[in-house]
């Protein structure tokens, strides 16, 4: 059973940094990509970020610049270090893993911005 679990959510003021981690229950080279969703209150979820089994990496356009996906291979985990937030990038924030056509979700972390 795959399991994916998030942390580093929180409140953080306009301008500020989160540093999302999710820690996949297995090696992370199994799965075609790992990476990170959102969704807003009344919005669908959306892709923010993902890096795939050859360490190539896609951005949401308004994730350019401001957000680094990254993996620490040794311990399955992968990073979304996010600056410079804006209100609007509140959301909770989900951990996706794909395998073999197969989607896995984390439980999701909430990351909220004050303005």
């Known amino acids: 059973q795959v399991q994916l679990v998030e942390s580093g959510g929180g409140l953080v003021q306009a301008g500020g940094s989160l540093r999302l981690s999710c820690v996949v229950s297995?090696?992370?080279?199994?799965?075609?990509?790992v990476g990170w969703y959102r969704q807003a209150p009344g919005k669908q979820r959306e892709l923010v970020a993902r890096?795939?089994?050859?360490?190539?990496?896609d951005y949401a356009d308004f994730a350019k610049d401001r957000f680094t996906i990254s993996r620490d291979n040794g311990i399955n985990t992968v990073h979304l270090q996010m600056n410079g937030l804006k209100s609007e990038d509140t959301a909770v924030y989900y951990c996706?893993?794909?395998?073999?056509?197969?989607?896995?979700w984390g439980q999701g972390t909430q990351g909220t911005v004050s303005s």
């Open positions: 890096i795939n089994v050859g360490g190539r990496t």
């Open positions: 996706h893993a794909n395998k073999l056509s197969r989607d896995y």
């Open positions: 297995e090696n992370i080279f199994n799965f075609n990509s």
